[in-house]
């Protein structure tokens, strides 16, 4: 059974850090991209960052290039999301998401498998 369980959320104030991590029970972790995706209220899910199955490759949305980095330890079945200078546009639930049909995705349909999600709260 797959399974992806985020942590890592909570509030910060403007300016603040949070680490997210997403921890997989996924059978071969490194056969998987992995991806990160935010929601906020009453807003669609957005891509935020991802990376490829080896950690080499990663991208990220405009709006976090240069405050977060995406990495992922395979020998722990795990990603993280480094979050820093925090806004409070940052404000959201954040998932993760695992890709065994693509090798480095953006799109949410391109995603096969989603964590429960984690509040990210940064107030100002």
């Known amino acids: 059974q797959v399974q992806l369980v985020e942590s890592g959320g909570g509030l910060v104030q403007t300016g603040g850090s949070l680490r997210l991590s997403c921890a997989a029970s996924?059978?071969?972790?490194?056969?998987?991209?992995m991806g990160w995706f935010r929601q906020a209220p009453g807003k669609e899910r957005e891509f935020v960052a991802r990376i490829d199955w080896s950690g080499s490759i990663t991208s990220y949305t405009d709006s976090a290039r240069g405050r977060f980095t995406i990495s992922r330890d395979n020998a722990k079945n795990t990603m993280y999301l480094q979050m820093n200078s925090l806004k409070p546009e940052d404000t959201a639930v954040y998932y993760c998401?695992?890709?065994?049909?693509?090798?480095?995705?953006?799109?949410?349909?391109?995603?096969?498998?989603w964590g429960q999600g984690t509040q990210v709260t940064v107030s100002s």
């Open positions: 998401a695992a890709s065994i049909q693509s090798p480095f995705p953006v799109r949410p349909s391109s995603y096969d498998y």
């Open positions: 996924i059978g071969t972790f490194s056969n998987y991209a």
